[in-house]
């Protein structure tokens, strides 16, 4: 283990601060959808385990006046005071005069300014008591598509001499894809000309971000979920190590989150070791109190086809299923239980679909329903798996490539192939992880670094007789061997 590197994680998450163009949502359904979605969205980055994927936020609505909703502050623990704030934000909406172009792009440009201006504040205090610098990333969401607003803010974004500015992200909800393209050519041909005049740093074309999104809760939720991707890249993930001494660097993305790292993680588990263990006395076992976990019920609510289910929506451990040999069920009840799960493995076999199952919560308090998935096998049993869900997803816009391979790249790669053993399947019979001595090795202990051996708890003193009379006790047998009671 001396030669593990490490990678920091969530080391260079950004301060988010969101300027929200309350205005431009009067009238429509669009402003509620995003307190809605805001809601969700810290109600999950409020409740995830460390490390932090969201440091720091602020939230400012931009109207007939600039108004800081939430100032600058950790998210971690704040969620009481951040659902309050966004429940304020829905008052705020529709309070955008009818005025020209400039004038809009004005109040914009001032929430930015004021924005700049809260971070640099809080910037140089956290590097004074931290030792380190944090960046800032700038969402606008607003209705308006006009490349004068891009052009300003590029040029608002030199004057406020950001060093640590990652990026200003202007969202653009409900836009037609034309007007989109059409204000892309003109970000490029003004930052072109802006930078030739010298009124632009050569750093600064890429900082205004230009995005448009549908508006609809999906659209909303992928853009609020960026926010808690790993954005560090200081530090490749992964390391692939081929004969030849070929080595593939790579860096491996999140497809959902974790629920373990959240509560509730027992809704969408079956697994024992998963769900949550109560010390409760059974009745049908003796008196005492016992570890015990719930019978779970699930419901099938859809059939899908099982080539249509891709893996990587599966997690968690997975379990095999059969039919139950409870012995406190009626044997005539055991025996048509098992034909009916037979009858059920075979449909799905016969179909080649895979049945989609949902948690069924019993109890009071609001808790959440996780997805399932049972696959069948030849044999007349079922693997379940955990599926995930829609709040449980996070963004994958991985950008595809059709490039081509370099031949000598090629050559490389194949000739390095063809040195890897080749099998016919995989069989864990035969593949060990080295689990049991490492665990033994950790459980032993050590002095100066070498493995001691334990001494006996008990000695026995053959010299010292004890005062008090000894009775031999010779439990009665029944025959067998062992004693009837003691």
């Given at each position: 283990m001396e030669n593990v590197e490490f990678r920091p994680l969530f080391a260079r998450q950004p301060v988010h601060m969101l300027l929200l163009d309350v205005g431009c949502f009067s009238g429509d359904e669009s402003g509620h959808l995003i307190c809605e979605c805001l809601q969700e969205h810290f109600a999950i980055a409020c409740s995830l385990n460390n490390p932090s994927r969201m440091t720091y936020f602020a939230l400012y609505g931009i109207g007939q006046c600039l108004e800081e909703i939430f100032p600058l502050a950790p998210v971690k623990?704040?969620?009481?005071?951040?659902?309050?704030?966004?429940?304020?934000?829905?008052?705020?909406?529709?309070?955008?005069s009818g005025t020209s172009k400039h004038a809009e792009n004005a109040d914009i440009l001032l929430g930015l300014k004021a924005a700049v201006e809260q971070f640099k504040k809080y910037a140089q205090a956290f590097f004074q008591s931290q030792g380190q610098w944090l960046q800032l990333e700038v969402t606008i969401i607003t209705t308006r598509?006009?490349?004068?607003?891009?052009?300003?803010?590029?040029?608002?974004?030199?004057?406020?001499?950001?060093?640590?500015?990652?990026?200003?992200?202007?969202?653009?909800?409900?836009?037609?894809?034309m007007d989109t393209l059409a204000t892309c050519d003109n970000i490029q041909e003004s930052q072109a000309s802006s930078s030739s005049n010298g009124t632009l740093s050569n750093n600064l074309p890429s900082l205004v971000e230009v995005h448009t999104i549908e508006n609809d809760k999906y659209s909303l939720e992928n853009l609020l979920k960026n926010w808690l991707?790993?954005?560090?890249?200081?530090?490749?993930?992964?390391?692939?190590?081929?004969p030849d001494e070929v080595t593939l660097l790579c860096d491996s993305h999140e497809r959902m989150l974790c629920p373990s790292s959240l509560p509730f993680f027992d809704c969408f588990s079956v697994h024992p070791d998963s769900t949550c263990s109560y010390n409760k006395p059974v009745s049908n076992v003796s008196s005492k109190k016992t570890n015990t976990v719930p019978v779970h019920r699930l419901r099938v609510t859809k059939l899908i086809p099982a080539s249509d289910i891709c893996e990587s929506i599966l997690h968690g451990m997975p379990m095999i299923v059969k039919a139950t040999t409870c012995w406190k069920i009626e044997w005539d009840d055991l025996e048509h239980n098992q034909?009916?799960?037979?009858?059920?493995?075979?449909?799905?076999?016969?179909?080649?679909?895979?049945?989609?199952?949902?948690?069924?919560?019993?109890?009071?308090?609001?808790?959440?329903?996780?997805?399932?998935?049972?696959?069948?096998?030849?044999?007349?049993?079922l693997l379940i798996k955990s599926i995930a869900v829609r709040e449980l997803l996070l963004p994958c816009d991985l950008l595809t490539t059709n490039q081509e391979p370099k031949p000598e790249a090629v050559e490389s790669i194949r000739n390095a192939l063809e040195k890897v053993p080749k099998a016919n399947n995989y069989n864990p019979l035969l593949e060990t992880s080295q689990l049991c001595p490492s665990l033994a090795n950790s459980?032993?202990?050590?002095?100066?670094?070498?493995?001691?051996?334990?001494?006996?708890?008990?000695?026995?003193?053959?010299?010292?007789?004890?005062?008090?009379?000894?009775?031999?006790?010779?439990?009665?047998?029944?025959?067998?061997?062992?004693p009837t009671h003691l």
């Amino acid at each position: 283990m001396e030669n593990v590197e490490f990678r920091p994680l969530f080391a260079r998450q950004p301060v988010h601060m969101l300027l929200l163009d309350v205005g431009c949502f009067s009238g429509d359904e669009s402003g509620h959808l995003i307190c809605e979605c805001l809601q969700e969205h810290f109600a999950i980055a409020c409740s995830l385990n460390n490390p932090s994927r969201m440091t720091y936020f602020a939230l400012y609505g931009i109207g007939q006046c600039l108004e800081e909703i939430f100032p600058l502050a950790p998210v971690k623990g704040n969620y009481p005071i951040l659902s309050t704030a966004i429940d304020n934000l829905k008052d705020c909406q529709g309070t955008s005069s009818g005025t020209s172009k400039h004038a809009e792009n004005a109040d914009i440009l001032l929430g930015l300014k004021a924005a700049v201006e809260q971070f640099k504040k809080y910037a140089q205090a956290f590097f004074q008591s931290q030792g380190q610098w944090l960046q800032l990333e700038v969402t606008i969401i607003t209705t308006r598509s006009n490349p004068s607003l891009i052009k300003e803010l590029e040029q608002e974004a030199t004057k406020a001499n950001a060093d640590n500015f990652k990026k200003i992200q202007l969202v653009v909800i409900g836009s037609e894809y034309m007007d989109t393209l059409a204000t892309c050519d003109n970000i490029q041909e003004s930052q072109a000309s802006s930078s030739s005049n010298g009124t632009l740093s050569n750093n600064l074309p890429s900082l205004v971000e230009v995005h448009t999104i549908e508006n609809d809760k999906y659209s909303l939720e992928n853009l609020l979920k960026n926010w808690l991707i790993d954005s560090g890249t200081d530090k490749e993930h992964l390391h692939i190590l081929l004969p030849d001494e070929v080595t593939l660097l790579c860096d491996s993305h999140e497809r959902m989150l974790c629920p373990s790292s959240l509560p509730f993680f027992d809704c969408f588990s079956v697994h024992p070791d998963s769900t949550c263990s109560y010390n409760k006395p059974v009745s049908n076992v003796s008196s005492k109190k016992t570890n015990t976990v719930p019978v779970h019920r699930l419901r099938v609510t859809k059939l899908i086809p099982a080539s249509d289910i891709c893996e990587s929506i599966l997690h968690g451990m997975p379990m095999i299923v059969k039919a139950t040999t409870c012995w406190k069920i009626e044997w005539d009840d055991l025996e048509h239980n098992q034909q009916n799960f037979i009858a059920f493995c075979h449909q799905l076999r016969e179909m080649d679909s895979v049945a989609l199952l949902t948690l069924e919560v019993n109890s009071k308090a609001l808790s959440p329903r996780g997805n399932f998935l049972l696959l069948p096998s030849h044999g007349n049993t079922l693997l379940i798996k955990s599926i995930a869900v829609r709040e449980l997803l996070l963004p994958c816009d991985l950008l595809t490539t059709n490039q081509e391979p370099k031949p000598e790249a090629v050559e490389s790669i194949r000739n390095a192939l063809e040195k890897v053993p080749k099998a016919n399947n995989y069989n864990p019979l035969l593949e060990t992880s080295q689990l049991c001595p490492s665990l033994a090795n950790s459980l032993l202990p050590k002095s100066h670094g070498k493995t001691t051996t334990s001494k006996r708890p008990y000695t026995a003193n053959k010299h010292k007789t004890s005062d008090k009379k000894q009775v031999r006790f010779n439990p009665p047998n029944n025959g067998s061997g062992f004693p009837t009671h003691l």
